[in-house]
């Protein structure tokens, strides 16, 4: 239960950042062209929402096996070298996004203590400095998940259908 709302509400984020930033995007270049004025805010607002979606969205890249990986080796390999990699690969992984969430977090609350503020929104910057131990925290269970499910059923995430095509699979279809 608590898996599918967390997954429902990551999705929700990934697309509401998205959204916002594009229709904000596009809201201020109709008012340029249009009545030659527009929001002097946009830019810095959707750099921020994009920030934000890209935190979140390699988060879900971990969670549904889509980032780009080099697993050439990895596929050819079978038994206790195969396993010894990917425990490797995604306990690195693991360390890597909780050491980015730790300093991160550090960072936010050494923002805040500075009391810093965006230039055109006027923002606290720690609020937009969030994104970093959220998005690297929620990286950091995905690895985790992964981890779980590879050790108990030697299983990896998996792009899906795109996961399935290997060395020749695109040579074999054609014929």
């Known amino acids: 239960m608590f898996h599918r709302m967390l997954d429902r509400m990551e999705e929700w ?13 596009f809201v201020s270049v109709a008012m340029r062209y249009l009545m030659g004025t527009g929001f002097t805010w946009a830019t810095e607002l959707t750099i921020y929402l994009f920030i934000w979606m890209a935190k979140f ?9 889509i980032h780009v990986g080099v697993d050439y080796v ?24 909780a ?15 500075t009391g810093q503020i965006s230039p ?13 131990p959220f998005g690297s925290g929620l990286m950091c269970f995905r690895f985790i998940q992964s ?10 995430m998996s792009a899906g259908p795109v996961a399935d ?11």
Not at 74 to 88: F, I
């Open 13 to 25: 984020l990934i697309l509401s950042f998205m959204a916002a930033a594009t229709l904000v995007t």
């Open 165 to 175: 095509l290997r060395e020749g699979a695109l040579k074999e279809d054609a014929k």
């Open 57 to 65: 969205g390699a988060a879900y890249g971990v969670r549904t096996g």
């Open 74 to 97: 990895v596929n050819k390999l079978e038994g206790a070298k195969r396993r010894y990699l990917v425990t490797t690969g995604i306990t690195l992984g693991i360390i890597f996004t």
């Open 147 to 156: 981890l779980t499910k590879f050790l108990r059923s030697g299983e990896t």
């Open 120 to 132: 055109d929104l006027e923002w606290p910057m720690w609020i937009i400095y969030l994104a970093i």
């Open 99 to 113: 050491v980015i969430a730790f300093f991160g977090a550090r960072w936010v609350v050494f923002i805040h203590g």
